[in-house]
């Protein structure tokens, strides 16, 4: 179906083309492709609810690769939750002035359709150039647009990323060479060519393959480039980044690695839910000392990741399910969390916790809006995060490994750690003694619509999972025999 | 054999138009013309050879086959890109402009004999016949005191590994009683000579030393940074990937049956290569300097090519040797534009002349293998042969650890174009021809990286 391919062509395109807009009319063409976009998610997200979609084009067959893309319900998940997140971010930033505006609008468009790419790729050196081409826009973002310190920092990150993926790379080939054809790049085939490795080879592929997976999550160890990445990012790029770039890590798990490399998994998986959990309790930890905002953030957003990437290799139904479901659910609250980081920023001049306060009397609306996004941060019932989290904790205690209770109350650590870190911040940005410098007002009228989508999203789901769930059950059925 | 006698032949031709006219800029473009008619020639013989059947000429000696024109129709066709994009500056270098280009067809003609070679003294001669006119380039600029040392340094280096090669081929011919490539396949590996395998390293260290691998690399940045740069461009570029295409097929079709004995030693010399020519290259403040190690490091990936005997490398190392050369003579364009050749001359280029720092975007990204560029896909075709040869995955794993540390000397150039406040001066206008060349470059970059297939015509 040529609809699933234009998902990635109409940011591609509008990409392009925005380049060359003067002024004002980049963030509207932005806008208006991205709109378009969500739109068209939307009715392939209906179409493809009974059965996946697939689409097909011979690329290069010498090589055994071709352009062939599946929508299936993880992979329509993760581009509605991109169509929808940029159509956000664009609103919000409808009132900012940006320098070079054509550039800036352009490139995230065109990271969009790198983002797209992946999670609709079902050939694996396409899914490779993909991976790679969402990097690229997003290093010159960040580069281009950040803080101070922006290009050490975004090179770290590029150089981190870049390796990984190189890596990542070296394991498909060799996954491909095991039975050379037209399609030894697609997806089923890697499967098979994975699955019929021995154990030791699956061993160190899956070594090489989940390098580059995990310095995208990030996973501790491989966590240090993303702080600073997100501090120094410009909220946009930010979102960008923690939203739905982390989740690429997580897809790739799920999508590539899982299937093709069961008995490498099965070796690895208990050492990488024990890195997940040290990250996860680490993380919080560190939160909880944060005086800037955006490292704050940052830091729980290790923690959540590390949450879902152990559900992951609990390698049961639940915590798949689980995953599918927060992936979405975190993409939509990091988002909001991020938009109300930059508002406070934007009209008190700091990020500096310590020097805040007072936003519930000068913003009420704002600070409403706060509230429920870190309630939703921090998995309370009725929110979304709850449901997603809750199935998350079951699948890991039902997980095979014989330590999957401490498993599940080391992590579960994390709940209660976020839950002070999150009120901490609550209590010291919305309540106590007034900011005296700054403005003072509250929501405009495009911050409230994008704030209204977000919190819309949040009660809905977390009132109502089912269709979420749906969406995603198809598929986790047929990922675990 | 049409496009070796039209390069000799308009060789003289831009020779003796030196006696007929003193106007640099008639003879720039009567150069440049038949440039575009030797491409033209090239073309011709392509389409009219039958691709299963090459010719065989001088006893032997030569044997021209689909895959020695299809790479000289794309050398061809580098050297009028290279031609039209830096021909002005050859101009600059002295007063005997029509001698420079004249040796560039004799370097050219040099080339051609490389690729289709069938007897180890067609491989000396062609050898020759591409080094000497290299010797003369580097020297071009008499007044230059740099260029005097590189032209020397680069001649007695020459020398010296033509000795080596020399002493190679006749160990070789002491063992087996015979000059010609494709007897030596008989050599089996549980059988070898001693002194043949004496004289297929010798061989190998000699090709070292001509595609610049380590520890063999010593001359090349002396030699590449005191050149005029248009010569740079060029003995980096178009040269160097034909000495591999004699290397591949000599060790492919001659002693591939015999791989085993050789491979270590050569990814030994690729591990270093590797290694020198990236993080040497991280330490320069010169671009004319870093490009001569990323010419190091990616001679490294391209001895990957020799290493993986299949059928994969041959075609690896045509996508390579275009995905380098055009992206590389791309670089060096954009370096003559510029007043100063530090990192710190990048400064600010991009507000300055956003055209150009995009395309010069596109050719550092494609050196370093970023997806949908050609030396991606050039990096990945040499990795998929060697991966496919097996044994070498700690190489092909180093070499990924090498491919990132070159972004880092790549990007620093990106990074000075367009994040670092500055005033990038310009030493010469970039006109609309220039720009709509460097266009062009990158269009190929983008079709090398989209459509590889277009390039290798089922060779």
Known sequence: ?481 | MKAIIAATILGIIMMFAGFMSKDKKAVTTLATLLMVALFGVSIWEVMDTPASAPVSLFHDMLRIDHYALWFNMLMAGCATLYILLVGKEIRKIGSYVSEYFALIFFILCGVFLLTSYNNMLMLFLGIEILSIPQYILAGSDKRNLKSSEASLKYFLMGAFSTCILLMGITLLYGATGTFSILSFSFLSADMVNPMALAGIILIMVAFAFKVSAAPMHMWTPDVYDGSPTPFTAFMATIVKVSVFIAFLRLFHASFGTISTRWTLALSVITAATLLIGNVTAVFQQSVKRMLAYSSIAQAGFMLFAILSVNATAWQGIVIYAVAYTVATVGMFSVLMKLKDYTYDGFNGLAKKQPLLAFYTTIFLLSLAGIPLTGGFMAKYYVLFAAMQQGQLLWLIIFALLMAAISVYYYFRVIIAMYFKEGNAELEVEVTGADKFLMGLTCIIIILIGVLPQLFLNNV
Not at chain 1, 23 to 40: E, I, Y
Not at chain 1, 92 to 118: C, D, I, R
Not at chain 1, 316 to 321: F, K, S
Not at chain 1, 390 to 417: R, T
């Open chain 1, 1 to 481: 179906m040529i609809l699933i391919l234009l998902l990635i062509l109409i940011p591609l395109l509008s990409g392009i083309l925005t380049f060359f807009v003067k002024g004002n009319g980049a963030k509207g063409l932005a806008l208006l492709s991205s709109f378009v976009t969500l739109a068209l998610t939307a009715y392939v997200v209906s179409a493809s609810y009974a059965a996946p979609l697939t689409f097909s084009l011979p690329w290069i067959p010498h090589l055994g690769t071709s352009i062939s893309l599946l929508a299936d319900g993880m992979s329509t998940t993760l581009c509605l939750l991109t169509s929808i997140v940029m159509t956000v971010v664009f609103i919000s930033n409808w009132n900012k002035e940006v320098t070079n505006p054509h550039a800036f609008y352009a490139l995230m468009l065109l990271a969009q359709a790198g983002l797209m790419g992946v999670f609709l790729a079902s050939d694996a050196l396409l899914f490779y150039v993909f991976w790679e081409l969402a990097l690229i826009p997003v290093y010159f973002l960040c580069s281009q647009w950040g803080g101070e310190r922006r290009i050490a920092v975004t090179f770290k990150f590029f150089v981190y990323t870049f390796l990984g993926s190189l890596l990542m790379l070296s394991a498909l080939i060799y996954l491909a060479i095991q039975n050379i054809g037209d399609n030894s790049y697609s997806w089923a085939n890697i499967v098979h060519a994975g699955s019929s490795l021995s154990a030791g080879q699956q061993q160190w592929l899956f070594c090489l393959m989940f390098v580059a997976f995990a310095i995208k999550m990030p996973i501790f160890p491989f966590h240090t480039w993303q702080p600073d990445t997100y501090e120094q990012s410009p909220t946009p790029v930010t979102i960008v980044l923690s939203a739905l770039m982390v989740k690429m890590g997580l897809f790739a798990v799920i999508r590539w690695l899982l299937p093709s490399l069961p008995q490498g998994v099965a070796f690895w998986s208990d050492t990488v839910i024990v890195l997940c959990i040290i990250g996860i309790v680490y993380a919080s930890c560190l939160a909880m000392v944060q005086t800037d905002i955006k490292r704050l953030i940052a830091y729980s957003s290790i923690a959540h990741m590390g949450l879902m990437c152990a559900a992951v290799f609990s390698q049961t139904n639940m915590g798949l399910h689980g995953v599918m479901v927060q992936m979405f659910n975190h993409g939509i609250n990091i988002t909001g969390m991020w938009l109300i980081v930059s508002m406070i920023e934007s009209r008190w001049g700091t990020r500096d916790l310590t020097k805040m306060g007072g936003l519930a009397t000068t913003a009420p609306r704002m600070a409403i809006a706060f509230v429920i996004i870190s309630f939703a941060n921090i998995a309370l019932p009725l929110t979304n995060g709850f449901i997603g989290e809750f199935m998350l904790f079951n699948g890991i205690f039902q997980g095979n490994s014989p330590y999957h209770i401490s498993f599940m109350v080391i992590a579960g650590l994390g709940v209660i750690l976020g839950a002070v870190y999150t009120l901490t911040m609550v209590q010291k940005v919305a309540y106590g003694n007034e900011v005296a410098q700054g403005a003072k007002s509250d929501l405009t009228t495009n911050e409230y619509v994008a704030l209204a989508i977000i919190i819309v999203i949040v009660i809905a789901l977390g009132v109502y999972p089912k269709p979420l769930l749906d969406m995603t059950s198809g598929f986790v059925s047929h990922m675990i025999p």
